[in-house]
């Protein structure tokens, strides 16, 4: 182990080292702590160590109250001035904000606040209730902005306050952070002190400056983290902070230092997106104080203070005990956090917190100075011909059926005539690997796409500060203005400090990385580091950084943005009719789909669980090319002669049982179902209907009066038809019943007795697997007994394969087929055109015989040539990729891995369905399957941030349901299945400490510094 280093400052000089190392001064026994507590309090209980950093800290459990207490021992050595300085200070945030839970000093006997011990000062704290924060799994966007505006709160509640012993050298301060550091760096390697050396440059460049006279001073606690944050949890399990422990660091500080930890903290948790983790809580913080614009300028470089004092203090302390795995852990974490600090460049996260922080400046008018200049080509002229801008946004024609993950797209965009070029401002598709973060999208600069090797030359007379084999970074000044021009995918031909003039060639293009040809980025901005892409959530921030590149380009080159989220959003609102309802608390808006893929606006790409009416997956060529083709040649209403009805209806026949070879055409799921019950009206000679409850079959105002429910129709008990009559759902997991097949069937015998007295039973619709509720599969048995049992009583059976048809429960290419029994009407939509609206009727000839000769049919478009050529396309597709097949596969490996995570989780209560029709039934854990519709939603909203759209359905909108299109893959439901697992764990993992938090057990990071 290194020696201890000593860290000289104006306050003396302080043992960094060995302040930063784990508590080895004087211990006080278990005995000699009981005695303690005895005589000076008069408290006798059981004493229990918590472990900790600097001080010994122990959990006291009176005996005859059971009241919990902290009892901490503090090295005399470091003065008394500053525990004095604590105490004052948490009876003034008391006074100021009571709601907020601090750990007061017990008086002793003889009401003092402290006991001199040999060579300790100790002391007795209340105990604070509360799951600390860092028990919690997953903070939502909610729950980081209460983070930040708890240290808002502590803003608020220390100012004004001052004592001596606040001004004193802390580790924790950010003012002497360099100091501190440099105090260690024996404990380090190369690179890490390398890291270091570049996460304080900032800081070392703040404090020697003139900005930091202007940051406001005040008492500040900062050490608002995961272990000194102890909170409860409201009704939808959102933890809501609402105590601060340990001011043992309690110092006189710039007051902007206070937000800067919590913000670390949460880039902490997610330091592969460090900005979107930490605007959240600078969020918080905002909405109950304001910063000051010296201090929002000053607030990353406080971030990168606090990072590199963590990563620093945590790696002396796990030094000092090698045995300690979880500091080596923590430290572990501390460098990742860091290293994400870092990377992000530091003008990028200033503009980003002046944004927020409403010091947002316009858009560079850098474009325009660097149009006065009359740059030199960055190609020849007489190499090339005219450049063209090409669209190759989220939105672009130039991309389908997935071509943009290959590069098929690309090759034809440049030419000998011309040059294509990629545009500026430009959001793009994002990358094709599976990930669980939004990607950078936007795109920074103009692609100019020529050969590789072609030349490549300075605009302006520049020297080069970064070069390497991928792009080389020019720097120039104008006037006052220092500006870089970054061109990348080129390799440069001078290293760094190289002057280069004007017009002098620079690069070659080198071959093409990826997707995109061989092509070189020409960037125009304010800083050397800044990406050649960024997130579209910076767009405002980034572009005043990053200019047009126009100039430097020759040609105009900015994309055109359409509407806004908001905008999109907002307009919906406005027009469209509140009933029509969008997914989600922020809706996201979908542009672009491919396969079981789905794309936002801002090109990040989704896994689709839900989309079962895109069976063959999105954008799939097959019908898309048969629906244009069709549409170029003839599209007419289906009452003249065209090939297209009869070659459709033949290739469903294939799929059906031979007595079910007869078919209607029409144009969606409602009417399907609604003539279907017409049929068997007309058919038998009479009106009433059994259902299934819970069951959903359509919008027609007949349909919908078979809906059971309750999300679609609230108030179906009370207005039930007269000649609508309903059965038990045949539910194994919920139903009375249990898995016993005979009560069900005698529920349906019992309807259709019921419907004796209105003329007798026409007709029993349901679906074969009950999707509504989340493809529960009934009993063996339970859909023939029931159909014998309405044929009993005179009525036809009306398969509802709308959801479930069309080969996705994988066994069979229909869903009655699997459940062993045929019934006389078939009805089938949504998947049948895969998107474009087909609804189709089958049925026994003698019903649509009969049928005919009381009435004749007609529905313009339904069966028209455009949707008969789409479907028999959905047909071919399903054959010829062996769509079913697949269903079974895969469907069976996912079904196999929900249940094994069914078995780990009590969460969930039972998982449904066959194939690619699953449900996962979300319930209380230990509530005896009480259904948990709140704890569905927000798994469905963290499922969203994760890049898997799910959704509840249900009776009580509490089941999962999982029904992809049917090219679902392995590779697709293992990430599905890992980031669910990852949601489960963090939510069991809150449970716990929601579980603590009640029972108010103790945590072991209680008082620790």
Same mark, same amino acid.
């Given at each position: 182990?290194?020696?201890?280093?000593?860290?000289?400052?104006?306050?003396?000089?302080?043992?960094?080292?060995?302040?930063?190392?784990?508590?080895?001064?004087?211990?006080?026994?278990?005995?000699?702590?009981?005695?303690?507590?005895?005589?000076?309090?008069?408290?006798?209980?059981?004493?229990?160590?918590?472990?900790?950093?600097?001080?010994?800290?122990?959990?006291?459990?009176?005996?005859?109250?059971?009241?919990?207490?902290?009892?901490?021992?503090?090295?005399?050595?470091?003065?008394?001035?500053?525990?004095?300085?604590?105490?004052?200070?948490?009876?003034?945030?008391?006074?100021?904000?009571?709601?907020?839970?601090?750990?007061?000093?017990?008086?002793?006997?003889?009401?003092?606040?402290?006991?001199?011990?040999?060579?300790?000062?100790?002391?007795?704290?209340?105990?604070?209730?509360?799951?600390?924060?860092?028990?919690?799994?997953?903070?939502?966007?909610?729950?980081?902005?209460?983070?930040?505006?708890?240290?808002?709160?502590?803003?608020?509640?220390?100012?004004?306050?001052?004592?001596?012993?606040?001004?004193?050298?802390?580790?924790?301060?950010?003012?002497?952070?360099?100091?501190?550091?440099?105090?260690?760096?024996?404990?380090?390697?190369?690179?890490?002190?390398?890291?270091?050396?570049?996460?304080?440059?900032?800081?070392?460049?703040?404090?020697?400056?003139?900005?930091?006279?202007?940051?406001?001073?005040?008492?500040?606690?900062?050490?608002?983290?995961?272990?000194?944050?102890?909170?409860?949890?409201?009704?939808?399990?959102?933890?809501?902070?609402?105590?601060?422990?340990?001011?043992?660091?309690?110092?006189?500080?710039?007051?902007?230092?206070?937000?800067?930890?919590?913000?670390?903290?949460?880039?902490?948790?997610?330091?592969?997106?460090?900005?979107?983790?930490?605007?959240?809580?600078?969020?918080?913080?905002?909405?109950?104080?304001?910063?000051?614009?010296?201090?929002?300028?000053?607030?990353?470089?406080?971030?990168?203070?606090?990072?590199?004092?963590?990563?620093?203090?945590?790696?002396?302390?796990?030094?000092?005990?090698?045995?300690?795995?979880?500091?080596?852990?923590?430290?572990?974490?501390?460098?990742?956090?860091?290293?994400?600090?870092?990377?992000?460049?530091?003008?990028?996260?200033?503009?980003?917190?002046?944004?927020?922080?409403?010091?947002?400046?316009?858009?560079?008018?850098?474009?325009?100075?660097?149009?006065?200049?009359?740059?030199?080509?960055?190609?020849?002229?007489?190499?090339?011909?005219?450049?063209?801008?090409?669209?190759?946004?989220?939105?672009?024609?130039?991309?389908?059926?997935?071509?943009?993950?290959?590069?098929?797209?690309?090759?034809?965009?440049?030419?000998?005539?011309?040059?294509?070029?990629?545009?500026?401002?430009?959001?793009?598709?994002?990358?094709?690997?599976?990930?669980?973060?939004?990607?950078?999208?936007?795109?920074?600069?103009?692609?100019?796409?020529?050969?590789?090797?072609?030349?490549?030359?300075?605009?302006?007379?520049?020297?080069?500060?970064?070069?390497?084999?991928?792009?080389?970074?020019?720097?120039?000044?104008?006037?006052?203005?220092?500006?870089?021009?970054?061109?990348?995918?080129?390799?440069?031909?001078?290293?760094?400090?190289?002057?280069?003039?004007?017009?002098?060639?620079?690069?070659?293009?080198?071959?093409?990385?990826?997707?995109?040809?061989?092509?070189?980025?020409?960037?125009?901005?304010?800083?050397?580091?800044?990406?050649?892409?960024?997130?579209?959530?910076?767009?405002?921030?980034?572009?005043?950084?990053?200019?047009?590149?126009?100039?430097?380009?020759?040609?105009?080159?900015?994309?055109?943005?359409?509407?806004?989220?908001?905008?999109?959003?907002?307009?919906?609102?406005?027009?469209?009719?509140?009933?029509?309802?969008?997914?989600?608390?922020?809706?996201?808006?979908?542009?672009?789909?491919?396969?079981?893929?789905?794309?936002?606006?801002?090109?990040?790409?989704?896994?689709?669980?839900?989309?079962?009416?895109?069976?063959?997956?999105?954008?799939?060529?097959?019908?898309?090319?048969?629906?244009?083709?069709?549409?170029?040649?003839?599209?007419?209403?289906?009452?003249?002669?065209?090939?297209?009805?009869?070659?459709?209806?033949?290739?469903?026949?294939?799929?059906?049982?031979?007595?079910?070879?007869?078919?209607?055409?029409?144009?969606?799921?409602?009417?399907?179902?609604?003539?279907?019950?017409?049929?068997?009206?007309?058919?038998?000679?009479?009106?009433?209907?059994?259902?299934?409850?819970?069951?959903?079959?359509?919008?027609?105002?007949?349909?919908?009066?078979?809906?059971?429910?309750?999300?679609?129709?609230?108030?179906?008990?009370?207005?039930?038809?007269?000649?609508?009559?309903?059965?038990?759902?045949?539910?194994?997991?919920?139903?009375?019943?249990?898995? *016993?097949? +005979?009560?069900?069937? !005698?529920?349906? =015998? /019992? $309807?259709?007795?019921?419907?004796?007295? %209105? #003329? @007798?039973?026409?007709?029993?619709?349901?679906?074969?697997?009950?999707?509504?509720?989340?493809?529960?599969?009934?009993?063996?048995?339970?859909?023939?007994?029931?159909?014998?049992?309405?044929?009993?009583?005179?009525?036809?059976?009306?398969?509802?394969?709308?959801?479930?048809?069309?080969?996705?429960?994988?066994?069979?290419?229909?869903?009655?087929?699997?459940?062993?029994?045929?019934?006389?009407?078939?009805?089938?939509?949504?998947?049948?055109?895969?998107?474009?609206?087909?609804?189709?009727?089958?049925? *026994?000839? +003698?019903?649509?015989? !009969?049928?005919? =000769? /009381? $009435?004749?049919?007609?529905?313009?478009? %339904? #069966? @028209?040539?455009?949707?008969?050529?789409?479907?028999?396309?959905?047909?071919?597709?399903?054959?010829?990729?062996?769509?079913?097949?697949?269903?079974?596969?895969?469907?069976?490996?996912?079904?196999?891995?929900?249940?094994?995570?069914?078995?780990?989780?009590?969460?969930?209560?039972?998982?449904?369905?066959?194939?690619?029709?699953?449900?996962?039934?979300?319930?209380?854990?230990?509530?005896?399957?009480?259904?948990?519709?709140?704890?569905?939603?927000?798994?469905?909203?963290?499922?969203?941030?994760?890049?898997?759209?799910?959704?509840?359905?249900?009776?009580?909108?509490?089941?999962?349901?999982?029904?992809?299109?049917?090219?679902?893959?392995?590779?697709?439901?293992?990430?599905?299945?890992?980031?669910?697992?990852?949601?489960?764990?963090?939510?069991?993992?809150?449970?716990?400490?929601?579980?603590?938090?009640?029972?108010?057990?103790?945590?072991?990071?209680?008082?620790?510094?």
């Amino acid at each position: 182990m290194a020696e201890a280093q000593r860290s000289f400052t104006d306050e003396g000089t302080v043992d960094v080292a060995a302040s930063a190392a784990p508590f080895t001064g004087p211990m006080l026994s278990e005995q000699d702590a009981t005695r303690l507590l005895r005589e000076e309090w008069g408290i006798t209980g059981r004493l229990t160590d918590l472990g900790s950093t600097q001080d010994q800290v122990m959990l006291v459990e009176d005996d005859s109250d059971g009241r919990r207490y902290v009892l901490k021992a503090t090295l005399a050595e470091g003065g008394a001035e500053a525990v004095h300085a604590e105490h004052l200070a948490v009876r003034h945030f008391r006074s100021l904000d009571p709601g907020l839970v601090v750990p007061e000093a017990v008086p002793t006997l003889q009401d003092h606040d402290l006991v001199d011990r040999t060579g300790l000062r100790v002391r007795l704290l209340n105990w604070v209730p509360g799951a600390p924060l860092g028990s919690v799994a997953y903070l939502s966007p909610t729950a980081l902005r209460g983070l930040g505006r708890l240290a808002a709160r502590s803003v608020t509640a220390l100012a004004g306050f001052d004592h001596p012993g606040l001004h004193r050298h802390s580790l924790w301060d950010p003012r002497h952070a360099v100091h501190t550091v440099s105090g260690l760096t024996d404990h380090f390697t190369g690179p890490e002190n390398a890291l270091i050396d570049q996460a304080l440059a900032p800081v070392a460049e703040l404090v020697g400056g003139g900005t930091a006279g202007r940051l406001p001073e005040q008492a500040v606690h900062t050490d608002i983290h995961e272990y000194n944050v102890v909170g409860d949890f409201d009704a939808d399990g959102g933890f809501v902070p609402t105590g601060i422990i340990d001011f043992g660091d309690l110092v006189w500080t710039w007051r902007a230092s206070e937000v800067a930890t919590p913000m670390l903290a949460a880039v902490a948790r997610a330091p592969e997106d460090p900005l979107g983790a930490a605007l959240p809580v600078l969020a918080g913080y905002l909405d109950r104080l304001p910063l000051a614009e010296a201090e929002a300028d000053a607030v990353w470089t406080l971030v990168r203070a606090r990072a590199a004092l963590c990563a620093a203090l945590q790696t002396v302390a796990s030094h000092q005990d090698p045995d300690d795995e979880g500091a080596a852990k923590v430290a572990a974490e501390d460098w990742r956090a860091l290293r994400a600090v870092v990377e992000i460049d530091p003008a990028l996260a200033t503009a980003v917190v002046r944004q927020a922080c409403g010091f947002g400046a316009p858009e560079t008018d850098l474009a325009d100075l660097v149009a006065r200049q009359s740059p030199s080509p960055i190609l020849r002229d007489q190499e090339f011909g005219p450049l063209r801008p090409v669209d190759l946004s989220v939105e672009s024609e130039l991309f389908s059926a997935g071509n943009w993950l290959d590069g098929a797209a690309f090759p034809p965009l440049g030419s000998a005539a011309e040059v294509a070029v990629g545009r500026f401002d430009e959001i793009r598709l994002g990358e094709p690997d599976l990930t669980d973060q939004a990607p950078a999208t936007l795109h920074l600069g103009a692609d100019l796409l020529v050969p590789a090797g072609t030349a490549v030359y300075a605009p302006l007379d520049a020297t080069v500060v970064r070069a390497d084999a991928h792009a080389v970074v020019l720097q120039s000044r104008v006037d006052t203005t220092t500006f870089f021009v970054r061109l990348a995918g080129v390799a440069s031909h001078f290293p760094v400090g190289h002057t280069v003039r004007r017009g002098a060639e620079v690069a070659l293009v080198a071959p093409s990385a990826g997707p995109l040809p061989s092509h070189v980025h020409v960037q125009l901005g304010l800083s050397p580091d800044l990406p050649g892409y960024g997130r579209v959530r910076d767009r405002a921030a980034l572009l005043t950084l990053c200019a047009d590149p126009s100039p430097l380009v020759g040609t105009p080159t900015r994309a055109e943005h359409a509407e806004a989220v908001e905008r999109v959003h907002e307009r919906r609102a406005k027009y469209v009719a509140g009933a029509q309802s969008t997914y989600y608390e922020t809706p996201v808006q979908m542009v672009r789909g491919w396969r079981h893929w789905l794309y936002d606006s801002a090109g990040r790409r989704y896994l689709d669980l839900i989309n079962n009416v895109a069976v063959v997956g999105h954008s799939h060529p097959a019908p898309t090319s048969a629906a244009a083709r069709q549409m170029a040649l003839l599209n007419t209403n289906s009452r003249f002669l065209y090939d297209a009805m009869g070659e459709y209806a033949e290739r469903l026949a294939d799929t059906l049982p031979e007595e079910l070879h007869t078919f209607f055409f029409v144009n969606s799921g409602s009417e399907a179902v609604d003539l279907a019950v017409q049929l068997a009206r007309v058919y038998t000679g009479r009106r009433s209907v059994v259902v299934i409850e819970g069951a959903y079959h359509g919008w027609t105002s007949d349909v919908f009066a078979l809906d059971t429910l309750p999300h679609d129709r609230p108030r179906w008990r009370e207005e039930l038809d007269e000649h609508v009559h309903v059965a038990e759902t045949p539910d194994p997991y919920r139903g009375r019943h249990g898995a *016993r097949v +005979e009560p069900y069937l !005698e529920s349906v =015998r /019992r $309807a259709c007795a019921e419907a004796g007295p %209105g #003329g @007798g039973v026409a007709a029993f619709v349901a679906e074969p697997l009950l999707g509504s509720q989340g493809g529960i599969v009934p009993p063996p048995g339970y859909l023939a007994g029931a159909y014998a049992a309405v044929r009993e009583a005179g009525g036809v059976c009306i398969a509802d394969e709308i959801q479930v048809g069309m080969g996705r429960t994988g066994s069979a290419f229909w869903a009655f087929e699997g459940q062993g029994a045929t019934p006389d009407i078939v009805v089938a939509a949504k998947a049948t055109g895969n998107g474009h609206p087909i609804g189709v009727v089958a049925c *026994r000839p +003698e019903i649509a015989a !009969e049928f005919g =000769r /009381r $009435a004749g049919f007609f529905s313009s478009t %339904g #069966g @028209g040539p455009v949707s008969c050529r789409v479907g028999t396309a959905v047909l071919d597709v399903l054959r010829d990729e062996r769509l079913p097949e697949n269903a079974r596969t895969v469907g069976t490996h996912l079904g196999a891995e929900l249940n094994a995570l069914a078995a780990r989780f009590p969460e969930i209560g039972a998982v449904y369905g066959e194939g690619f029709y699953r449900g996962v039934d979300i319930v209380e854990p230990g509530a005896d399957k009480k259904p948990a519709p709140a704890a569905a939603t927000q798994i469905c909203e963290r499922m969203l941030e994760l890049g898997v759209v799910i959704q509840p359905t249900g009776v009580e909108l509490n089941v999962l349901k999982i029904k992809p299109p049917l090219c679902f893959d392995n590779a697709a439901a293992d990430y599905f299945l890992a980031q669910f697992t990852r949601v489960l764990e963090e939510r069991a993992q809150s449970r716990m400490a929601m579980t603590r938090s009640v029972h108010r057990h103790p945590t072991t990071t209680q008082g620790c510094p």
